[in-house]
């Protein structure tokens, strides 16, 4: 099928004493021949299956994509991929007959997740994962989305107290009950204000007669891409910190196989089926990898979304893409002398988790198609079909796709389409009403699109773009503190990945990226209606609740005055489309990048 197990270019790592003297042992029993070498046990084999950044995609139909090479010519071609039921299948196929395995999650398992997670409190979710055996999972940023006392009832189980006006159910499995994660959530640097652990930090596994630690880090970013009270009374310390800390403590209790799952990422040259290189990788991870002690073995990752399978520092990295529509497979052998990896034994490969649902054959013979795993198809099903009422009412037309493309200044159709919803539901007749609203990139979570050449949209397709819940505030500031919050886009926590907020119309402004970090906004490019934007002059600004916070670092706005709760973002969002339908998305954009 063109996507064979490919070797690893190996680096020679820092190895412990216990490593070299069982290395040092077999080395023995090879020159000399001795006899009593021969009862020396053999290797126990380990399969490691992992994804990453699932964000409640349960239905095949909403995953998406990913990119295989083509069995006849090598070239890439686009495979619909992902599905609850064809990951569990897939998971099923590649443990059968293995002796030793474990499924494993790098984060973001709930979280901006699709409505038939969403709208029973992604209690869908943690269900099916139980049903497919995931053996742990490192919380990641969403896990904190509705808080960390949400974030426990979802592994201890239990239903949720109903919410008055609140769409979202508890309890709505067949059962009756939601049982919670039998599955281990992780999370070595996340600690209270005391600096004790709120969750496990390390889970040990015996694998035959070997001991395999799994230590578990989420990025610390965290409190800049969570709302503040999702984190309220929490600390997220350095990742690799934390990690060399659990590492002392499982090698003192004897374990030598580590093995680290990391809610933090980059990106690589690699593809699907393919292992690239690390010498270019850039990201947050590889800083992490380049600090981490070495007797880690093996880095599963995530956060990014990105697909990669490399070496650094002697250190397997991986990470599957998004919304399982990959499976990254790592086989290895641990050594009974040693308790550790057998570093030269490690291989790995990112598998596409094919759905069939691709209308053309050339690209279904691309990957096989492993039938659904009925159990979790029926799960999904049951979900599925007391979403589907809400999911599939009309709430608007549109006349073109409202995409994620951005021009060259950073703003989209999309993210055009959501501020201006926000201005006209904050606007109104009241003296405090809005003037300019503004959109983190990130909370826009989906294009929209019409679903039928009437350009038919549904209330799933809105949910699945505005999906948080968050409110809308607006607010009072000074021109020269609007020109202040523009600047973060570049600095603090967006210094290596700019975040552009997405403007509202009538808002418009040049930027140059040849200007150093903290004065990009071309001075005087700042418009209101074609009017300038005066430094002292008061402006009423409307941002969602994660921004008013100071989320995605926008600290800023947390200095806005004369504050004024709003309507919530998807409710905002469903009622601009019904005014307009039907919408035409501005393709013009707001922004102009000087440079």
């Not at 580590?258 to 593809?271: F, M, N, P, T, W």
């Not at 099903?381 to 979403?387: F, K």
Request: glycine fraction near 12%; aromatic fraction near 4%.
């Amino acid at each position: 099928m063109g996507l064979a197990l490919l070797r690893s270019r190996l680096t020679v790592p820092a190895v412990s004493t216990r490593r070299i003297l069982g290395l040092a042992a077999g080395l023995f029993c090879l020159v000399l021949g001795l006899a009593g070498c021969v009862n020396r046990p053999a290797p126990v084999p380990l399969r490691l299956l992992a994804f990453n950044d699932f964000h409640g995609h349960l239905l095949a139909a909403e995953s998406g994509t990913v990119d295989v090479p083509d069995p006849q010519d090598g070239m890439p071609r686009r495979l619909r991929a992902g599905g609850a039921a064809h990951l569990a299948a897939l998971i099923a196929q590649r443990r059968a007959g293995v002796p030793h395995a474990l499924v494993l999650s790098t984060g973001d398992l709930v979280g901006a997740s699709p409505l038939t997670s969403a709208l029973f409190r992604d209690e869908p979710t943690i269900e099916v994962m139980n049903l497919i055996g995931l053996d742990a999972n490192v919380v990641g940023n969403h896990e904190f989305d509705k808080g960390v006392a949400e974030l426990m009832r979802l592994i201890r189980g239990g239903c949720a107290a109903p919410v008055p006006e609140s769409p979202l159910d508890s309890c709505a499995g067949p059962e009756g009950r939601f049982p919670g994660a039998r599955f281990t959530m992780l999370g070595a640097n996340v600690v209270d204000v005391a600096g004790q652990p709120v969750l496990p930090p390390a889970l040990v596994r015996r694998i035959g007669a070997v001991r395999v630690g799994l230590v578990g880090a989420v990025t610390r970013t965290t409190p800049t891409i969570v709302s503040p009270a999702g984190v309220s009374g929490l600390r997220f310390e350095d990742e690799a910190q934390a990690i060399n800390r659990q590492v002392r403590v499982l090698r003192e209790q004897g374990v030598e196989a580590i093995i680290a799952l990391v809610h933090e990422g980059g990106a690589a040259q690699a593809g699907p089926g393919h292992e690239g290189d690390c010498s270019q990788a850039r990201g947050e991870i590889f800083q992490i990898i380049d600090r981490l002690d070495p007797a880690v073995d093996l880095v599963l990752s995530g956060h990014t979304h990105q697909v990669y399978n490399c070496v650094r520092r002697g250190i397997r990295v991986i990470q599957g893409g998004s919304y399982g529509r990959l499976l990254s497979e790592v086989d290895l052998l641990l050594d009974p002398a040693s308790g550790d990896v057998i570093r030269g034994s490690v291989r790995a490969i990112n598998r596409p988790v094919a759905n069939g649902l691709d209308a053309r054959a050339a690209d279904r013979g691309a990957v096989a198609v492993v039938p659904p795993d009925a159990t979790v198809a029926a799960r999904v099903a049951h979900y599925a079909a007391l979403a589907a009422p809400r999911s599939a009412r009309e709430v608007g037309r549109l006349l073109a796709p409202a995409t994620l493309a951005a021009a060259p200044g950073g703003d989209s159709p999309a993210g055009r389409l959501v501020a201006d919803a926000q201005l006209a539901a904050t606007r109104g007749a009241t003296e405090g009403g809005a003037q300019i609203a503004l959109m983190n990139p990130g909370g826009v979570r989906a294009e929209l699109r019409p679903r039928n050449p009437e350009g038919v949209v549904s209330y799933g397709d809105a949910f699945a773009m505005q999906p948080f819940g968050n409110s809308l505030v607006t607010m009072s500031l000074s021109g020269a503190q609007l020109l202040a919050v523009l600047e973060q886009q570049w600095t603090g926590a967006n210094r290596d990945r700019a975040r552009i907020l997405q403007p509202s119309a009538g808002f418009h402004y040049r930027w140059d990226a040849r200007a150093p970090a903290g004065a990009r906004v071309v001075p005087g490019s700042l418009r209101l209606h074609g009017e300038p934007i005066e430094p002292a002059r008061r402006y009423r600004v409307t941002v969602n609740s994660f921004l008013a916070e100071g989320g995605d670092g926008f600290s800023l706005f947390t200095e806005g005055r004369d504050r004024l709760g709003g309507a919530q973002d998807l409710d905002a969002l469903l009622a601009w489309l019904r005014s307009r339908s039907p919408l035409m998305p501005e393709t013009t954009p707001r922004i102009e990048r000087a440079d």
